[in-house]
Antibody, heavy 114, light 111 residues
């Protein structure tokens, strides 16, 4: 069955960067895009962008343009999301999702605090 | 940017009774290919979100047929014909026609 397993919780200081991973299994990794979505406490889901796991092309939400980078390692069937210049408002649960459909990771809590 | 709104934001329902959630977009969601990329997601407490409905009215595999989606243009509706306890959670509409935008979510709980 399809599984997306995300890396563990992170605590970062303002101004730092964080890099999360999303390891896929149960399907051909390069055949589907991976989207990244986050949810800050009490807020709606917020789309960050996606990466074409096949060719590595990316599309970023304007909200995060310049601060976020998506990469992938096809040999490890793993997608990565790096967010830089962290601020307290970036405290959220970050999800990866295959094709923004039924298959999502379990989420990674990122806490930004001084 | 396309702005998505939902109503109500909170929906207490009685088990076995129907429920309906409205979603509106600030622009038409009809894409140049003729499709309307309006999806509905369910986010149960303690779980990850999952897509229930795509392209307005197509149910994902395994989604109970008590869930149905309808609408066109800028106005869309998710209906649950008979609410069950497992339906408790937050429901989001999401447009994928012009970028990706989620609605604010509708919290469904049992009266």
């Amino acid at each position: 069955q399809v599984q997306l397993v995300q890396s563990g919780a992170e605590v970062k200081k303002p101004g730092a960067s964080v890099k999360l991973s999303c390891k896929a299994s149960g399907y051909t990794f390069t055949s589907y895009p991976i989207h990244w979505v986050r949810q800050a406490p009490g807020q709606r889901l917020e789309w960050m962008g996606w990466i074409n796991a096949g060719n590595g092309n990316t599309k970023y939400s304007q909200e995060f343009q310049g601060r976020v980078t998506f990469t992938r390692d096809t040999s490890a069937s793993t997608a990565y999301m790096e967010l830089s210049s962290l601020r307290s408002e970036d405290t959220a649960v970050y999800y990866c999702a295959r094709d923004l459909s039924v298959d999502w990771g379990q989420g990674t809590l990122v806490t930004v605090s001084s | 940017d396309v702005v998505m709104t939902q109503s109500p934001l909170s929906l207490p329902v009685t088990l076995g009774q129907p429920a309906s959630i409205s979603c509106r977009s600030s622009q038409s969601l009809v894409y140049s290919d003729g499709n309307t990329y309006l999806n509905w997601f369910q986010h149960r407490p303690g779980q990850s979100p999952r897509r229930l409905i795509y392209k307005v009215s197509y149910r994902e595999s395994g989604v109970p047929d008590r869930f149905s989606g309808s609408g066109s243009g800028t106005d869309f509706t998710l209906k649950i014909s008979r609410v069950e306890a497992e339906d408790v959670g937050v429901y989001y509409c999401m447009q994928g026609t012009r970028g990706v935008t989620f609605g604010p979510g509708t919290k469904v709980d049992i009266k």
